[in-house]
């Protein structure tokens, strides 16, 4: 029977058979099962469980099993496309709504959705702002609520969405279906957060937690000073475990000084930032995909759905800004379960940097008054002129503020303005929400952000087992 042919599975003992037909494996790991028949059997699970282990299977087998439609809340826009593409070729009908369509082809997937087509739909929270949507979707009956990158739900996470609030009244839309949250991240603090935001009381939705333990994985901190000793750090580890690698870097400026370095070394590697065109990234993370015994310097946007097995080391060559999002970048080395390095190089000059990051990301009540105010009277001029006469105009100091790049996203996820990065198109859609108004509130969040890079920083200097210490912020029990 081949994958593309249409198979009902309707038991709940039928979630191996699902397994085996449409993604090849004949068991399960860890605790898939029990997760799945947890939510065959109609109740609520918040899964916190490391990065590439397999959290997607949790709903798409239940997916696959119901013959209702399960909705997946996800933040990630350019990820979709790749998870649908993957679902279409193993035979499970699925598709994506999001901001990157063209009008004709969104409103014929809305069309396809209320005519009772698709099995699986991925959208981000912001969609459930749109009528068109609302409607569409009203009229289907929703199996299951998966929630991805859950942590995003809670102001305590370290990658806060303003929409994933909301997600009470998205359950409600969608008459309060079965739910999944699902993280690789999240403290207790956080998981508590998550429940409460759902409405649900802590009996109503079990607990999976996978634990953050990854045998394989070898972590490390080396002091060093200076560019010379990290790049010859990164040269010896490359050459050590000569196979696939990834070096983070907070600046796009860093990462082009060291790849300078490397080619005049003539070491072969990978680039990959944002400022690259879309075709060029895509084509760096196919060479990447492909490729033995290659590693790519990248910043943090690199990983974010990169599922390679064979991944022998992750160097950070700058301090991250949160235990959080270290564990997620380094949860994407040994994923098959071979030897593979963690390395964090630990200059502590690279901490003037992450003061300057957490200080773009942390404007006050005045400049987002300022910028709302420009945005009312300038459009014009900034549609004409481009986002470098607003920074111009706003307190503008030097050409390192960021922090007008900061208000425009936060605006954009409050829902103050819709914004697809090209200026012209911005338009204000409803006023400053209190949050950005109220400078108590603002002080909190800039704490927050500079009590995360001190713990990262005791961290580094942790003397004994480093797993230990991680598994201690996340308040899980540790065996080494």
Request: aromatic share 10%; charged share 25%; with cysteine.
């Given at each position: 029977?081949?994958?593309?042919?249409?198979?009902?599975?309707?038991k709940?003992?039928?979630?191996?058979?699902?397994?085996?037909?449409?993604?090849?494996y004949t068991h399960f790991?860890?605790q898939?099962e029990d997760?799945?028949?947890?939510?065959?059997?109609?109740?609520?699970?918040?899964?916190?469980?490391?990065?590439g282990?397999?959290?997607s299977?949790c709903?798409?087998?239940?997916a696959?099993?119901?013959?209702?439609?399960?909705?997946?809340?996800?933040?990630?826009?350019?990820?979709?496309k790749?998870q649908?593409?993957?679902?279409?070729k193993?035979?499970?009908d699925?598709t994506?709504?999001?901001?990157?369509?063209?009008r004709?082809?969104?409103?014929?997937?809305?069309?396809?959705?209320?005519?009772?087509?698709?099995?699986?739909?991925?959208?981000?929270?912001?969609?459930?702002?749109?009528?068109?949507?609302?409607?569409?979707i009203?009229?289907?009956?929703?199996?299951?609520?998966?929630?991805?990158?859950?942590?995003?739900?809670?102001?305590?996470?370290?990658?806060?969405?303003?929409?994933?609030?909301?997600?009470y009244?998205?359950?409600?839309?969608?008459?309060?279906?079965?739910?999944?949250?699902?993280?690789?991240t999240a403290?207790?603090?956080?998981?508590?957060?998550i429940?409460?935001?759902?409405h649900?009381e802590?009996e109503?939705?079990?607990?999976f937690?996978?634990?953050?333990?990854?045998?394989?994985?070898?972590?490390?901190v080396?002091?060093?000073?200076?560019?010379?000793?990290?790049?010859?750090?990164?040269?010896?580890?490359a050459n050590?475990?000569?196979?696939?690698?990834?070096?983070y870097?907070?600046?796009i400026?860093?990462?082009?000084?060291?790849?300078?370095?490397?080619?005049?070394?003539?070491?072969?590697?990978?680039?990959?930032?944002?400022?690259?065109?879309?075709r060029?990234?895509a084509?760096?993370?196919?060479?990447?995909?492909e490729?033995?015994?290659?590693?790519?310097?990248?910043?943090?946007?690199?990983g974010?759905?990169?599922?390679?097995?064979?991944?022998?080391f992750?160097?950070h060559a700058?301090?991250p800004?949160?235990?959080?999002?270290?564990?997620q970048?380094?949860g994407?080395?040994?994923?098959?379960?071979?030897?593979?390095?963690?390395?964090?190089?630990?200059?502590?000059?690279?901490l003037?940097?992450?003061?300057?990051?957490?200080?773009w990301?942390?404007p006050?009540?005045e400049?987002?008054?300022?910028?709302?105010?420009?945005?009312e009277?300038?459009?014009?001029?900034?549609?004409?002129?481009g986002?470098?006469w607003?920074k111009?105009?706003?307190?503008?100091?030097?050409?390192?503020?960021?922090?007008?790049?900061?208000?425009?996203n936060m605006?954009?996820?409050?829902?103050?303005?819709?914004?697809?990065?090209?200026?012209?198109?911005?338009?204000?859609i409803?006023?400053?929400?209190?949050?950005?108004?109220?400078?108590?509130?603002?002080d909190?969040?800039?704490?927050?952000?500079?009590q995360?890079?001190?713990?990262l920083?005791q961290?580094?200097?942790?003397?004994?087992d480093r797993?230990?210490?991680?598994h201690e912020?996340?308040?899980?029990p540790?065996?080494?």
């Open positions: 029977m081949g994958k593309g042919e249409v198979v009902l599975f309707k709940r003992n039928d979630a191996v058979k699902a397994l085996e037909h449409y993604f090849g790991l860890w898939q997760i799945i028949n947890h939510i065959l059997d109609k109740q609520h699970a918040l899964v916190v469980a490391p990065t282990i397999g959290k299977i709903y798409q087998i239940p696959i099993i119901n013959n209702k439609l399960t909705v997946v809340i996800s933040p990630l826009i350019a990820l979709m790749d649908v593409d993957v679902l279409n193993r035979g499970i699925a994506y709504i999001n901001s990157s369509l063209g004709n082809l969104r409103d014929s997937r809305y069309s396809a959705l209320k005519n009772g087509k698709y099995r699986i739909i991925y959208v981000t929270p912001e969609r459930f702002r749109k009528s068109a949507f609302v409607e569409s009203s009229v289907r009956a929703i199996g299951l609520l998966a929630i991805d990158e859950a942590h995003c739900i809670s102001e305590w996470g370290h990658d806060f969405r303003p929409d994933y609030t909301r997600m009244d998205i359950r409600k839309i969608l008459d309060n279906p079965v739910t999944i949250a699902l993280t690789a403290t207790q603090e956080v998981q508590k957060d429940i409460k935001t759902l649900l802590e109503h939705i079990r607990i937690h996978a634990g953050i333990d990854r045998p394989n994985l070898h972590l490390q080396e002091n060093v000073l200076g560019d010379d000793e990290k790049l010859e750090h990164i040269i010896s580890i050590k475990y000569n196979g696939n690698g990834i070096v870097f907070n600046l400026k860093q990462l082009n000084n060291f790849s300078d370095l490397l080619t005049q070394r003539k070491i072969t590697h990978l680039c990959y930032h944002g400022k690259l065109e879309q060029e990234r084509k760096v993370q196919d060479i990447f995909m490729r033995k015994n290659t590693f790519v310097l990248a910043t943090n946007a690199f974010m759905g990169i599922d390679k097995d064979d991944i022998r992750v160097t700058d301090i800004g949160s235990i959080e999002s270290y564990y970048e380094i994407r080395a040994g994923r098959d379960g071979m030897d593979s390095l963690c390395t964090l190089l630990y200059d502590e000059h690279d003037l940097t992450h003061m300057e990051f957490i200080k990301n942390n006050g009540v400049y987002y008054r300022c910028v709302y105010q420009a945005l009277e300038n459009m014009e001029k900034i549609s004409a002129y986002l470098d607003l111009e105009n706003i307190y503008f100091k030097d050409r390192h503020d960021f922090r007008l790049e900061t208000a425009l605006f954009d996820r409050f829902g103050v303005i819709e914004y697809d990065s090209d200026p012209s198109g911005i338009k204000i409803s006023s400053i929400p209190p949050q950005l108004l109220d400078q108590n509130y603002l909190s969040k800039l704490k927050r952000d500079l995360k890079l001190h713990t920083v961290y580094t200097k942790h003397k004994a797993k230990a210490f991680i912020y996340f308040g899980l540790y065996t080494p």
